[in-house]
């Protein structure tokens, strides 16, 4: 049963947890000890109150699972983990998870707490409404910004907040056609895929992708940018994250082995090289460039 809820709690997806680091490492605090500890704490409760968001997800949806090809396989869509045992974790570990927040930082437990309020309404009723849905999992990913940025107490960069926005909603419309590409019927397995149709969603795909790459090479070269890094060279990483969202269009409308996108990226050389290669090209630049 223990393999069945760390299963449930989907630790492929806290990856998206890394968001809540992004402001340590543009406030160039990536060597400071303590803030690098307290970062390691809000990654750690946002990948546990984001578990509890995936485990209630998987109560709810439940019936719409079992008429999944790949989703029936779940741990409580295929019995593994029983619904009372899932429920009485959540009794346990999202109180928990509130507290630990609050003793780490009063506005970080605020922004957590508010992520999974919001992510209950996801659950029972936003996710259904087709566009609503997205912009809800891209409030997400600000949260997560935010919630970083006041676990180490700094002011989040808009140009940061913006580029997430728009990164997001790339990432969210590329789940929502994958979905549709892998669907048997899409209406029965998410209400919200009725509204949306697969050569909408291709061009949706192609505007944001090219707003993000826009966008961050106009905050790369922005006098604040130049100001903050003393250095106009971050417009040199703009390339690798374009070609991670050139390979991202790719696995979310092709890969229809894959129960996700994020398993897709996690499992796709190419796209991994260029996110460890941003990194590294990034970090050369803000911290020894």
Request: charged share 15%; net charge positive.
């Amino acid at each position: 049963m223990l393999l069945a809820l760390i299963k449930t709690l989907r630790p492929k997806q806290w990856v998206k947890n890394s968001f809540v680091a992004a402001p340590l490492f543009f406030s160039l605090r990536l060597l400071d000890p303590q803030s690098v500890l307290r970062t390691a704490a809000a990654v750690g409760l946002f990948s546990l109150i984001s578990g509890c968001v995936y485990v209630l997800n998987d109560l709810v949806d439940v019936e719409a699972d079992r008429e999944h090809p790949k989703k029936r396989l779940r741990p409580i869509a295929s019995g593994a983990l029983p619904m009372a045992a899932a429920k009485g974790f959540l009794a346990v570990a999202v109180p928990l998870c509130v507290t630990l927040a609050f003793v780490l930082q009063p506005w970080f437990c605020a922004v957590l707490s508010s992520y999974f309020v919001l992510n209950v309404g996801y659950s029972f009723r936003f996710k259904h409404v087709a566009y609503l849905d997205v912009l809800l999992i891209a409030l997400f990913f600000i949260l997560r910004v935010l919630a970083g940025a006041f676990a180490i107490e700094v002011v989040a960069s808009p140009w940061l907040l913006g580029c997430t926005f728009l990164l997001a909603l790339f990432l969210g419309f590329g789940k929502r056609a994958h979905e549709l590409a892998t669907a048997v019927d899409a209406g029965k397995q998410r209400a919200a895929l009725a509204g949306y149709h697969p050569q909408s969603l291709r061009w949706i795909l192609y505007v944001l992708s090219a707003a993000v790459v826009l966008t961050y090479a106009a905050y790369t070269l922005s006098p604040h940018t130049v100001e903050q890094f003393g250095t106009a060279s971050l417009i040199y990483t703009v390339p690798l994250p374009a070609v991670a969202i050139v390979r991202f269009i790719r696995l979310a409308t092709t890969r229809k082995d894959a129960e996700s996108p994020t398993d897709a990226m996690l499992r796709d050389p190419l796209f991994m090289a260029a996110i460890l290669g941003y990194v590294v090209e990034t970090g050369a630049i803000l911290y020894w460039g």
